[in-house]
């Protein structure tokens, strides 16, 4: 019973570095979000697909770019990354929010030197 | 901006006692109100979830919510030290398929 699975769990990069965050559950669910965790701010909205084959903005976009590749996966992508990227950022799954809420990945730890 | 306010704390009980943790949200239309407990570098864990105004009992846990003052609560009853965590509100916004969270309480119950 996997649930939701984020690779890689830790990752340094250089400033200017690209890289591509998975994220991919088994739950049949039809909704998936990216956010974003830092200290003392809570976690912050960064993209979510509501149905396969959709996207949108969250809070905090700029900066990523995402793919709902199948209704299984949900990949995040820093395309030039920067240090104000340095965070911890989940993946979450949902099959609507009336009834569980999210089931959230374990979450990865990226830093950007 | 929909906003959801939680006191960042620490909240400090000692062991037996009722934790009380509240969370107040801007957005008048909201639908569904969650509880989430984070303990420190792990992911955000569901505990409760409240959608009518008043209160939901699970075991140790009570959610209370007033949509008319846009107030959520979490009490826990007979605290532990396991209980020691942050404690995240969330909430659905009417006409949104997304959760806005707040930043957090953190929880310590010392023995």
């Known amino acids: 019973n996997a649930g939701v699975t984020q690779t890689p769990k830790f990752q340094v990069l250089k400033t200017g570095q690209s890289m591509t965050l998975q994220c991919a559950q088994d739950m049949n669910h039809n909704s998936m979000y990216w956010y974003r965790q830092d200290p003392g701010m809570g976690l912050r909205l960064i993209y979510y697909s509501a149905s396969e084959g959709t996207t949108d903005k969250g809070e905090v976009p700029n900066g990523y770019n995402v793919s709902r590749l199948n209704k299984r996966e949900f990949s995040l992508r820093l395309e030039s990354a920067a240090p104000s990227q340095t965070s911890v950022y989940f993946c979450?799954?949902?099959?609507?929010?009336?009834?569980?809420?999210?089931?959230f990945g374990s979450g990865t730890r990226l830093t950007v030197v | 901006q929909k906003e959801v306010e939680q006191n960042s704390g620490p909240l400090s009980v000692p062991e037996g006692a009722i934790a009380s943790l509240n969370c107040t949200y801007s957005?008048?239309?909201?639908?569904?109100f969650f509880w989430y407990r984070q303990y420190s570098g792990k992911s955000p864990e569901l505990i409760m979830f409240?959608?009518?105004?008043g209160d939901k009992e699970d075991g140790r846990f009570t959610a209370q919510l007033n949509k008319a003052s846009q107030y959520v609560s979490l009490l826990i009853r007979d605290s532990q030290p396991s209980d020691s965590a942050t404690y995240l509100c969330?909430?659905?916004?009417?006409?949104?398929?997304?959760?806005?969270f707040g930043a957090g309480t953190r929880l310590a119950v010392h023995p």
């Open positions: 957005d008048r239309g909201s639908q569904s």
């Open positions: 979450a799954s949902s099959e609507a929010l009336t009834g569980d809420g999210y089931t």
């Open positions: 409240i959608y009518s105004n």
């Open positions: 969330a909430v659905n916004p009417a006409g949104y398929n997304k959760l806005i």
